[in-house]
């Protein structure tokens, strides 16, 4: 019980020091109006370069970091049974 309350106070911590961290840096881009950069960012046609497998990559790298946390849950609660 006492390591529940330890990760609960540990995440309750992460959660406020994010928290502190992205507000005001959120609130400053509002105001300098980055935001509308970032629309045009966006809106603008997308220039391709010699890299085109880099999407498949990044696809592939997804695939192996979700496989990754599945397979350590199936361990983790295989470990929970045995006792």
Avoid at 59 to 83: E, F, P, T, W, Y
């Amino acid at each position: 019980m006492s390591s529940v309350k330890w990760w609960a106070r540990l995440s309750a911590a992460v959660t406020g020091v994010a928290l502190t961290l992205v507000v005001p840096a959120h609130a400053w881009a509002a105001s300098r109006g980055v935001d509308g950069l970032v629309i045009e960012a966006v809106k603008s046609p997308r220039r391709r370069g010699g890299l085109g497998f880099l999407p498949i990559l990044g696809g592939v790298c997804c695939l192996v970091v979700v496989g990754g946390i599945i397979l350590a849950l199936v361990l983790i609660s295989r470990n929970r049974k045995r006792r």
